[in-house]
């Protein structure tokens, strides 16, 4: 069970932190996606932690403004953003693969488990 939290509203420009934790289980050797979804739009992947936390990934359109990051002892993953802009504005998913292949981070299928989604507005 993955719970994503975190979500609101904030500026652009602004921050906010969004954390997936796990209620049962060990995140740490789970592949942890997130993901997020515009109205209209489709679903699309935003960053991955590989399992162990060895390599991070992020799409172009969030590379250098967004961090992604594990606390194995809270069993959480973060997601700090950063000078968001309107653009970021969606509902926002984690979604977690055992072990995972680094190559198809971006894929939606390759996750076992997802959490619920938490909704970012960005907005003055």
């Known amino acids: 069970q993955l719970q994503a939290s975190g979500g609101g509203l904030v500026q652009p420009g602004g921050s906010l932190r969004l954390s997936c934790a796990a209620s049962r289980g060990t995140l740490e050797y789970y592949a942890i996606g997130w993901f997020r979804q515009a109205p209209g739009k489709e679903r699309e992947a935003v960053s991955c932690s590989t399992a162990l936390g060895e390599r991070t990934f992020y799409a172009d359109s969030v590379k250098g403004r967004f961090t992604i990051s594990r606390d194995n002892a809270k069993n959480t993953v973060y997601l700090q953003m950063s000078s968001l802009k309107p653009e970021d504005t969606a509902v926002y998913y984690c979604?977690?693969?055992?072990?995972?292949?680094?190559?198809?981070?971006?894929?939606?299928?390759?996750?076992?488990?997802w959490g619920q989604g938490t909704l970012v507005t960005v907005s003055s």
């Open positions: 979604a977690a693969d055992l072990w995972g292949d680094s190559t198809k981070w971006t894929i939606n299928g390759e996750y076992d488990f």
